[in-house]
């Protein structure tokens, strides 16, 4: 196909646009600076900075702080009244990196450990795409989110009059998946990710002398009764036909050796992607830290706070995610299963439909898996991620 333009580091074919080596050179570039200088959630000051001045460059107007250090970008071709939003996250973990790699994370203790320096890079270059491009007519809003570790990013951003802001007909966005094939766009129908709680659960008993333990009533010994009877209610309460985690995670209690604790702290996870199993799981929870207490004379108060909600992508958004898929030749999988991660892109879905997508990033290594120290993201799958972001509006403008 003959290059007629040149614009950006886009080279435009005809109808056709291709993100060209120049720009991923660039977007890997932008995606490095990133994962150089990781920021957790809500502290996301320098990243939506360094957005903006991406954005900046690229001539596309933003409004900034919607929702804390969110960023909504916006462009606007022909006279159609179709409007879609594309959407990716911005903050990071707290978690040391262990990649030895030239651009590691150089805030200690902080590393974007699951891939969000890609996501948001990303949806520059769609931005940076479409801005090049002529051949669609609608509003297409660029939605860069922060706090989507368990911190209501997305929750924040809709307080923030996201949708009235922004009326948005439907949304979009992707996650980088290790362990499936660099570059494979996964589309389920239905259930993607779960929903998700933070469970923490307090023991407190009476503090004493460890060779006088009669005299104390120790909350120790209940915790590591309690962590072995939460997890009879997965493998017990829950049908095995469904699916739910109760993971327990920290454990916190004591100062010293020869000190029965005065006081336990266990926080953890669950996850469901079914009402019904949430019910279960939280009934359970309450009787089994009732029952403990009971056992072992101590006080045990469990609080759970639940997340936005299970990601259910909606059938006719699914569709324009396989036809952009298609339209770029990339390979697609309609066969895997939902992941017991979550995600709060799921409280996006519970105002309009959409559809939340997988790229592959290549094999999965030890330690290397999402949230592991090892993890980074592969700038070889920019380029899909980017045109697919792309390709989705375009499609979704489209079909309106």
């Not at 307080?159 to 949304?171: I, N």
């Not at 766009?185 to 990710?193: E, L, T």
């Not at 029965?260 to 009402?275: P, Q, S």
């Amino acid at each position: 196909m003959r290059i007629i333009r040149y614009d950006g580091g886009i080279a435009i074919t005809g109808k056709s646009r291709a993100l060209t080596p120049e720009l991923h050179q660039k977007l890997t570039a932008w995606r490095r600076h990133l994962h150089a200088y990781p920021e957790l959630s809500l502290q996301e000051k320098a990243t939506a900075a360094f957005v903006q001045e991406r954005l900046t460059e690229l001539g596309i107007p933003f409004e900034a702080g919607v929702g804390g250090h969110g960023i909504v970008a916006t462009l606007t071709r022909g006279s159609a009244q179709a409007r879609v939003g594309l959407r990716a996250d911005m903050d990071a973990l707290p978690i040391t990196e262990d990649t030895g790699l030239a651009y590691a994370s150089k805030h200690s203790g902080v590393m974007h450990a699951c891939g969000h320096d890609g996501h948001t890079t990303s949806l520059l270059g769609a931005a940076a795409l479409l801005a090049a491009d002529t051949d669609w007519s609608g509003t297409i809003d660029f939605i860069f989110q922060p706090a989507e570790e368990g911190f209501g990013g997305s929750r924040a951003m809709v307080a923030a009059g996201l949708f009235e802001r922004f009326p948005m007909d439907r949304v979009f966005g992707f996650h980088n998946w290790p362990g499936l094939e660099a570059g494979t766009i996964a589309v389920h129908d239905g259930v993607v990710m779960a929903s998700g709680g933070r469970v923490t659960i307090t023991i407190e008993g009476h503090a004493g002398h460890a060779g006088m333990p009669h005299l104390t009533r120790d909350p120790v010994m209940a915790a590591g009764h309690l962590i072995v009877a939460l997890q009879s209610i997965v493998s017990r309460s829950v049908d095995p036909l469904d699916t739910a985690v109760l993971s327990l995670c920290t454990i916190e209690g004591g100062t010293a050796p020869n000190q029965v604790a005065g006081k336990v702290v266990i926080r953890g996870t669950l996850r469901h992607h079914r009402n019904d199993v949430k019910d279960i799981l939280l009934v359970r929870i309450g009787e089994i830290c009732a029952g403990i207490a009971t056992s072992f004379d101590v006080k045990v108060t469990p609080d759970i706070v639940m997340g936005v909600g299970v990601t259910i992508n909606t059938p006719e958004e699914a569709g324009f995610a396989r036809v952009a898929a298609d339209k770029m030749r990339a390979p697609v999988r309609r066969d895997l299963a939902p992941s017991m991660a979550g995600e709060d892109f799921a409280f996006y879905l519970k105002q309009r439909p959409g559809a939340f997508v997988w790229i592959g990033n290549g094999p999965l290594r030890d330690g290397a898996e999402l949230h592991g120290p090892r993890y980074d993201f592969n700038d070889a799958i920019l380029p899909v991620a980017s045109t697919w972001m792309a390709e989705v509006a375009k499609t979704a403008l489209s079909a309106d």
